[in-house]
């Protein structure tokens, strides 16, 4: 199989890709906008992409990009960090995420196991130590990042990948295969870090993210993840 590029090169568009979170979120004050509560309730609150089921703090991803297209076909459920997937000018601005290097998982995947690691970290738990420890070592592939390309900042490479003319950036884009997106824990909005609160609501509102799994288990949730994730860039 081809290697594809990551998905917040090939689904960047010029027009969206720096929107702010406000901005984003003020396409849905027009009149005339469908329900979100009923999107999300069509599709079972589960991520499009990652596949997380929450009825709590999901978004609704523009599938083709135009965040001006509400055709029902158009929408789907996206969790926070597959969503910030495809706006690295908002997350890159930011500081809300690092380029890392991790051809050994799919950007999807990554998103998953860093939720699970976060809310492991924050369960005060004997396993928030480990968990604290693999969240280390996964942003430290950002290392890697800045060596090759001088800079771990998804906004940077993102501008600079859009700047090239298009057929360069075919050719680039064969290279970059290896990079994904790795949240930090940071979500700014409205001028404060709600990090914090978006973990708390998927560990404990109704219908969150895992609740129906004990905490406990979240971390082992993590844990096979990331040795899948080990075992492969050996
Ligand atoms: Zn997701
Ligand atoms: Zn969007």
């Known amino acids: 199989m081809a290697a594809l590029p990551p998905p917040f090169l ?134 890697d990042v800045i060596s090759v390309f001088g800079t771990d900042n998804p906004y940077d490479l993102s501008k600079a990948f859009l700047d090239l003319p298009r057929e360069e950036r075919q050719r680039a884009s064969s290279y970059l295969t290896a990079l994904r997106i790795f949240p930090l824990p940071r979500l700014r909005q409205k001028d404060r870090n709600r990090f914090d609160e978006l973990l708390t609501n998927f560990a404990n509102a109704p219908g969150g993210a895992f609740t129906e799994m004990p905490v406990a288990q979240w971390p082992t949730y993590a844990f096979e993840k990331e040795r899948v994730h080990a075992a492969g860039s050996r």
């Open 10 to 143: 090939t689904h960047l568009h010029k027009s969206n890709w720096m929107m702010s979170r406000d901005a984003h979120e003020a396409v849905w004050l027009k009149p005339g906008r469908p329900d979100r509560r009923r999107i999300l309730d069509d599709h079972g609150y589960c991520c499009r992409f990652c596949g997380l089921i929450s009825r709590v703090e999901m978004d609704i991803h523009h599938l083709n990009g135009n965040h001006q297209d509400f055709d029902p076909a158009n929408l789907c459920p996206v969790c926070p960090f597959c969503h910030a997937s495809f706006h690295p000018g908002i997350s890159g601005l930011a500081r809300e995420a690092v380029m890392v290097i991790a051809p050994d998982v799919d950007q999807w995947s990554l998103n998953r196991l860093a939720l699970a690691l976060y809310v492991a970290e924050q369960s005060q738990s004997e396993l928030s130590q480990p968990a604290a420890e693999m969240l280390t070592s996964i942003r430290a592939r950002c290392a």
